[in-house]
């Protein structure tokens, strides 16, 4: 049986799904496989279920990422628990502010036209210059 057939079988797909899904590179999957990254590259553009595990495996893991992102842009309640000095676990709710730099980022990303640094001013509608001869244009 050649080496990427294995790979091709449902455990085997799953496998790679998995790593994809821990946030493995493509380097690293390769690397558990036994193969080079250029062989992996091969790989996925000749055989699409293989192509389709790492695709799903890395959706995952980015609708977790993008998940915890908007947490922390707008900010979330969390609980820990503490022993008291009798012994007892007492929960103590805390609030976690709004980060700053999740927002910017999170609105630089899903917003760029409104949120970007540089923005594009157009003189569309300037009126023109209408010079005579006697006017002298300075640098």
């Known amino acids: 049986m050649a080496k990427y057939q294995e790979w091709l079988e449902p455990e085997g797909l799953l496998k790679i799904e998995g790593w994809a899904r821990d946030g493995a590179l493509e380097e690293q999957i390769a690397n558990n496989i036994g193969i080079a990254q250029k062989t992996l590259i091969e790989w996925k553009n000749k055989y699409p279920e293989l192509n389709n595990a790492l695709k799903k495996g890395k959706e995952v893991i980015d609708i977790q ?3 915890a992102l908007l947490k922390r842009a707008l900010g979330y309640q969390t609980t820990e628990y503490m022993i008291d000095e009798k012994g007892r676990k007492k929960a103590i709710k805390k609030q976690i502010a709004p980060d700053v730099v999740a927002q910017i980022f999170w609105l630089k990303n899903r917003k760029p036209k409104e949120w970007r640094d540089k923005r594009d001013i157009g003189f ?9 001869g006697d006017d002298e244009i300075e640098d």
Do not use: T
Not at 124 to 132: G, H, K, Q, R, T
């Open 65 to 67: 990422v993008e998940n």
């Open 124 to 132: 569309d509608n300037a009126l023109p210059i209408v010079l005579s």
